[in-house]
Protein backbone atom coordinates (compact mmCIF):
# COMPACT_ATOMS: atom_id res chain seq x y z
CA UNK A 1 0.00 0.00 0.00
CA UNK A 2 1.26 3.26 -0.75
CA UNK A 3 0.65 6.44 0.77
CA UNK A 4 0.66 9.81 -0.40
CA UNK A 5 2.57 12.61 0.92
CA UNK A 6 -0.55 14.39 2.10
CA UNK A 7 -1.98 11.56 4.14
CA UNK A 8 1.92 10.86 5.66
CA UNK A 9 1.76 14.80 6.38
CA UNK A 10 -1.98 14.65 7.73
CA UNK A 11 -0.86 11.05 9.89
CA UNK A 12 2.93 12.87 11.52
CA UNK A 13 0.74 16.03 12.36
CA UNK A 14 -1.73 14.23 14.36
CA UNK A 15 0.63 12.35 16.22
CA UNK A 16 2.40 15.67 16.85
CA UNK A 17 -1.30 17.14 18.92
CA UNK A 18 -1.23 13.72 20.44
CA UNK A 19 2.39 13.61 21.80
CA UNK A 20 1.52 17.61 22.47
CA UNK A 21 -1.30 17.17 24.90
CA UNK A 22 0.02 13.97 26.59
CA UNK A 23 2.44 16.64 28.24
CA UNK A 24 0.61 19.10 28.61
CA UNK A 25 -1.01 17.05 31.11
CA UNK A 26 2.14 15.65 32.44
CA UNK A 27 2.62 18.94 33.30
CA UNK A 28 -0.86 20.05 34.63
CA UNK A 29 0.11 17.08 36.78
CA UNK A 30 3.62 18.15 38.15
CA UNK A 31 1.97 21.87 38.22
CA UNK A 32 -0.39 20.45 40.96
CA UNK A 33 2.76 19.86 43.54
CA UNK A 34 3.05 23.72 43.21
CA UNK A 35 2.72 25.52 47.13
CA UNK A 36 3.65 24.73 50.54
CA UNK A 37 1.53 21.81 52.24
CA UNK A 38 1.07 21.13 56.04
CA UNK A 39 -0.37 18.70 58.27
CA UNK A 40 -3.65 18.43 60.03
CA UNK A 41 -2.05 19.95 62.96
CA UNK A 42 -1.21 23.06 60.77
CA UNK A 43 1.38 24.35 62.99
CA UNK A 44 4.59 22.77 60.72
CA UNK A 45 5.80 24.68 57.76
CA UNK A 46 8.60 25.54 55.54
CA UNK A 47 10.30 28.56 55.20
CA UNK A 48 12.12 30.87 57.97
CA UNK A 49 9.51 30.45 60.58
CA UNK A 50 11.01 26.84 61.20
CA UNK A 51 14.67 27.17 60.42
CA UNK A 52 16.85 30.17 60.44
CA UNK A 53 20.13 29.02 58.71
CA UNK A 54 21.80 32.44 59.50
CA UNK A 55 22.02 31.22 63.35
CA UNK A 56 21.75 27.91 62.56
CA UNK A 57 18.43 27.41 64.09
CA UNK A 58 15.30 24.85 64.29
CA UNK A 59 12.65 26.48 65.45
CA UNK A 60 10.57 23.98 67.30
CA UNK A 61 6.43 24.28 66.37
CA UNK A 62 3.60 24.14 69.30
CA UNK A 63 2.40 20.34 67.99
CA UNK A 64 3.89 18.02 65.51
CA UNK A 65 3.72 17.51 61.94
CA UNK A 66 5.39 17.81 58.50
CA UNK A 67 5.19 20.36 56.07
CA UNK A 68 6.33 20.09 52.02
CA UNK A 69 7.25 22.89 49.24
CA UNK A 70 7.76 22.75 45.28
CA UNK A 71 7.77 25.26 43.21
CA UNK A 72 8.01 25.79 39.52
CA UNK A 73 11.71 25.82 39.41
CA UNK A 74 12.49 21.83 40.57
CA UNK A 75 13.12 23.33 44.05
CA UNK A 76 11.66 21.54 47.45
CA UNK A 77 11.65 22.18 51.08
CA UNK A 78 10.69 20.07 54.32
CA UNK A 79 10.48 20.29 57.20
CA UNK A 80 9.46 17.86 59.74
CA UNK A 81 8.93 17.88 63.62
CA UNK A 82 8.15 14.34 65.00
CA UNK A 83 7.18 13.54 69.06
CA UNK A 84 7.49 9.49 70.47
CA UNK A 85 6.17 8.96 73.41
CA UNK A 86 8.16 6.88 75.92
CA UNK A 87 6.08 3.98 77.11
CA UNK A 88 8.13 3.40 80.70
CA UNK A 89 7.71 6.89 81.46
CA UNK A 90 5.30 9.58 80.24
CA UNK A 91 7.04 12.58 81.21
CA UNK A 92 10.21 12.19 79.10
CA UNK A 93 8.97 11.97 75.22
CA UNK A 94 11.60 12.42 72.54
CA UNK A 95 11.52 14.85 70.10
CA UNK A 96 12.79 14.71 66.33
CA UNK A 97 13.29 18.33 63.79
CA UNK A 98 14.42 17.70 60.50
CA UNK A 99 14.93 20.32 58.10
CA UNK A 100 16.09 20.12 54.20
CA UNK A 101 15.96 21.88 50.63
CA UNK A 102 16.99 21.13 47.20
CA UNK A 103 16.05 19.90 43.79
CA UNK A 104 13.35 17.49 42.99
CA UNK A 105 13.58 15.46 39.57
CA UNK A 106 9.81 14.48 37.81
CA UNK A 107 9.57 10.87 36.15
CA UNK A 108 6.35 12.22 34.08
CA UNK A 109 6.32 8.01 32.40
CA UNK A 110 5.97 6.63 36.44
CA UNK A 111 4.64 9.57 38.22
CA UNK A 112 7.61 9.33 40.64
CA UNK A 113 9.42 12.39 42.29
CA UNK A 114 13.33 11.95 43.71
CA UNK A 115 13.54 14.76 45.90
CA UNK A 116 17.35 15.20 45.82
CA UNK A 117 18.66 17.89 49.37
CA UNK A 118 21.57 19.87 49.50
CA UNK A 119 23.86 17.70 51.09
CA UNK A 120 25.68 20.58 53.36
CA UNK A 121 22.36 22.30 54.19
CA UNK A 122 20.37 19.88 56.35
CA UNK A 123 19.71 19.77 59.94
CA UNK A 124 18.27 17.63 62.44
CA UNK A 125 17.66 18.21 66.15
CA UNK A 126 17.22 15.03 68.54
CA UNK A 127 15.88 15.60 72.30
CA UNK A 128 15.90 13.13 75.02
CA UNK A 129 15.49 14.71 78.05
CA UNK A 130 15.32 11.74 80.59
CA UNK A 131 18.73 10.62 79.14
CA UNK A 132 20.61 12.87 77.10
CA UNK A 133 21.64 15.47 80.60
CA UNK A 134 20.06 18.45 79.05
CA UNK A 135 21.97 18.80 76.06
CA UNK A 136 20.08 18.25 72.79
CA UNK A 137 21.89 16.79 69.53
CA UNK A 138 21.78 19.11 66.70
CA UNK A 139 23.63 17.96 63.57
CA UNK A 140 23.94 17.67 59.61
CA UNK A 141 21.28 15.44 58.11
CA UNK A 142 20.88 14.19 54.46
CA UNK A 143 18.69 12.13 53.09
CA UNK A 144 17.23 11.45 49.49
CA UNK A 145 13.54 10.98 49.10
CA UNK A 146 11.80 8.28 46.77
CA UNK A 147 8.15 9.49 46.11
CA UNK A 148 6.59 6.88 44.09
CA UNK A 149 3.06 9.01 42.83
CA UNK A 150 1.24 11.50 44.31
CA UNK A 151 -2.08 12.73 44.85
CA UNK A 152 -3.96 16.20 44.86
CA UNK A 153 -7.41 16.11 45.49
CA UNK A 154 -10.48 18.30 46.63
CA UNK A 155 -10.94 17.54 50.11
CA UNK A 156 -14.73 18.36 50.90
CA UNK A 157 -14.42 17.12 54.55
CA UNK A 158 -12.11 19.43 55.12
CA UNK A 159 -12.73 22.90 54.30
CA UNK A 160 -12.95 22.24 50.90
CA UNK A 161 -8.81 22.78 50.78
CA UNK A 162 -6.73 20.86 48.20
CA UNK A 163 -5.07 17.89 50.13
CA UNK A 164 -2.02 16.11 49.25
CA UNK A 165 -1.03 12.67 49.45
CA UNK A 166 2.50 11.91 48.51
CA UNK A 167 3.52 7.96 48.62
CA UNK A 168 6.86 6.91 49.58
CA UNK A 169 8.97 4.33 47.72
CA UNK A 170 7.23 1.54 48.87
CA UNK A 171 3.72 2.39 48.17
CA UNK A 172 3.12 3.46 52.03
CA UNK A 173 1.70 6.64 52.59
CA UNK A 174 3.05 9.74 54.22
CA UNK A 175 0.97 12.06 56.42
CA UNK A 176 -1.87 13.63 54.28
CA UNK A 177 -1.01 17.41 53.86
CA UNK A 178 -3.23 20.33 52.64
CA UNK A 179 -1.82 23.36 50.74
CA UNK A 180 -1.67 26.61 53.02
CA UNK A 181 0.19 28.64 50.57
CA UNK A 182 0.56 29.52 47.03
CA UNK A 183 3.45 31.02 46.04
CA UNK A 184 5.07 28.16 48.45
CA UNK A 185 6.50 29.49 51.77
CA UNK A 186 10.44 28.53 51.35
CA UNK A 187 14.16 30.07 52.28
CA UNK A 188 16.45 30.87 49.56
CA UNK A 189 16.48 27.63 47.24
CA UNK A 190 20.24 28.09 46.57
CA UNK A 191 23.15 26.27 48.97
CA UNK A 192 22.58 28.29 52.65
CA UNK A 193 25.52 26.88 54.39
CA UNK A 194 28.14 27.15 51.68
CA UNK A 195 31.34 25.41 51.79
CA UNK A 196 33.37 26.72 48.61
CA UNK A 197 33.82 30.43 48.26
CA UNK A 198 31.77 30.84 45.22
CA UNK A 199 28.83 29.65 47.29
CA UNK A 200 29.23 31.69 49.87
CA UNK A 201 29.68 34.47 47.69
CA UNK A 202 26.10 33.77 45.79
CA UNK A 203 24.38 32.93 48.73
CA UNK A 204 25.45 36.01 50.83
CA UNK A 205 22.71 38.54 50.24
CA UNK A 206 19.94 36.02 50.67
CA UNK A 207 21.66 35.36 54.04
CA UNK A 208 21.66 38.77 54.97
CA UNK A 209 17.72 39.72 53.81
CA UNK A 210 16.85 36.79 56.20
CA UNK A 211 18.96 37.79 58.73
CA UNK A 212 17.39 40.94 58.82
CA UNK A 213 13.93 40.18 58.35
CA UNK A 214 13.74 37.70 61.06
CA UNK A 215 16.04 39.59 63.78
CA UNK A 216 12.87 41.17 65.84
CA UNK A 217 10.56 38.32 65.38
CA UNK A 218 9.29 37.38 68.53
CA UNK A 219 8.61 34.22 66.91
CA UNK A 220 11.74 33.05 66.67
CA UNK A 221 14.43 31.81 68.45
CA UNK A 222 17.97 32.81 69.14
CA UNK A 223 21.57 31.96 69.46
CA UNK A 224 23.45 32.79 72.43
CA UNK A 225 26.54 31.67 74.12
CA UNK A 226 26.18 27.85 73.11
CA UNK A 227 22.16 28.17 74.32
CA UNK A 228 18.97 28.41 72.28
CA UNK A 229 16.41 30.49 74.16
CA UNK A 230 13.14 29.43 72.81
CA UNK A 231 10.47 32.12 72.96
CA UNK A 232 7.58 30.51 70.81
CA UNK A 233 6.95 26.78 72.40
CA UNK A 234 8.98 27.11 75.46
CA UNK A 235 8.72 30.65 76.96
CA UNK A 236 12.25 31.45 77.15
CA UNK A 237 13.53 28.02 78.80
CA UNK A 238 16.83 27.87 77.96
CA UNK A 239 18.07 24.48 76.70
CA UNK A 240 21.68 23.32 76.00
CA UNK A 241 22.79 21.89 72.78
CA UNK A 242 26.03 20.12 71.00
CA UNK A 243 26.42 20.41 67.53
CA UNK A 244 28.15 17.36 65.23
CA UNK A 245 28.98 18.83 62.41
CA UNK A 246 32.30 18.22 60.15
CA UNK A 247 33.12 19.87 56.95
Not at 4 to 9: E, G, H, L, N, W
Not at 63 to 76: A, C, E, H, T, V
Not at 120 to 140: A, K, W
Not at 153 to 173: A, E
Request: charged letters at 20%; hydrophobic letters at 30%; glycine letters at 6%.
Amino acid sequence: MVLSASVIACTLTLASVAIGEQDKGQDNKISQLFGTWSSKSNTVFTGPGFFNPSAELLIEPSLPGISYSFDKNGNWEQAIYQVAGNPRNHSCPTAHLIWQHGKYEYNPKKGSITLRPYKVDGRQLFSDPCNDGGESTYMRYHQVEEISHFDVDVDSYYHGKLKLQLYNYDGTKKQPMWLTYRPPMMLPTRVLNPTTEKQAKDSNSDLMKSKRENKNSEDYSFLQNNYIVVSKAFGYIKLKFKCLFRA
